[in-house]
């Protein structure tokens, strides 16, 4: 028999859950094999559409251009279509690409990126939890849940990048239970990064399920609410909680 999800000691006496908030990249699916085949489609573009900057560049070398320009602003690290709209533009222009070619081709990511494949689990849960709870996202990422055929499952979808602050900021945790008219205290958030979802969440006020799906080790002193590795764990643990 599966294991039921791992449950950790809470404030005493908790508020009734109202609503869970769901983080989306490695936590409703894999984001790894999104971004391979997104950058390998866009290197292929590149190829056609500016061949002296692929022949300049390698996909590794793109994304350390990445890394290097996010150190300079920290608006960056909220807007990650920014990031890539930006490192594409300064590359293109130092090979005298027409930059009137950096919009499509981050059109092509854009839709690269929201081309994903969910988790077995992830429909057949959610659509368990919907009917008993208010459902949410609040994510870093900028994939496209309309298109991924998510978004009539979430009463509200936050991104950072347009709300212009990104987790761990309690800000962007708190709009979301605004806009569901949920408290903080009532509101779970789930999420497989440690720091932004598990901790971050947790120091907004509210609980914090860490969705650990690939056998990973929390970091001394993070103690989430509960451990789940998939949401069908999530919602046995959501049913004992009520």
């Known amino acids: 028999m599966k294991p039921s999800a791992t449950s950790l000691p809470s404030s005493p006496a908790p508020s009734p859950i109202e609503a869970v908030l769901f983080d989306l990249d490695d936590t409703l ?16 573009w590149l190829r056609e559409h500016a061949p002296a900057v692929a022949a300049a560049h390698t996909i ?35 090979h005298d690409v027409d930059l009137a070619l950096v919009d499509p081709a981050m059109a092509l990511f854009s839709e ?48 950072a990048h347009r709300f212009g602050r990104a987790k761990p900021d309690p800000a962007i945790f708190h709009a979301a239970c605004e806009a569901l008219e949920v408290a903080p ?40 609410d509960a451990i789940c590795r998939d949401l069908h764990e999530l919602h046995d643990w959501l049913q004992a909680q009520a």
């Not at 368990?128 to 994510?139: A, I």
């Not at 120091?203 to 103690?223: D, Q, S, Y």
């Open 60 to 94: 590794a070398s793109l994304r350390e251009r990445r890394m290097a320009l996010m150190k300079t602003d920290p608006m960056y690290r909220i807007d990650l279509w920014k990031l890539r709209h930006t490192a594409l533009s300064e590359v293109f222009r130092e």
């Open 112 to 159: 690269a990126r929201s081309t994903v494949a969910l988790f077995d689990d992830v429909e057949p849960a959610l659509l368990r939890m919907k009917g008993k709870l208010t459902l949410g996202s609040v994510s870093n990422g900028f994939a496209d849940l309309e298109r991924i055929g998510l978004a009539g499952h979430f009463g509200v979808s936050i991104a």
């Open 185 to 224: 205290a009532a509101t779970v958030y789930v999420g497989d990064d440690p720091l932004l979802d598990v901790q971050g969440a947790q120091r907004a006020g509210l609980r914090a399920v860490w969705m650990n799906r690939f056998e990973r080790t929390l970091p001394e002193g993070i103690t989430p």
């Open 29 to 44: 699916w894999a984001i790894e094999p999104v971004l391979v085949r997104a950058e390998g489609l866009l290197y292929e």
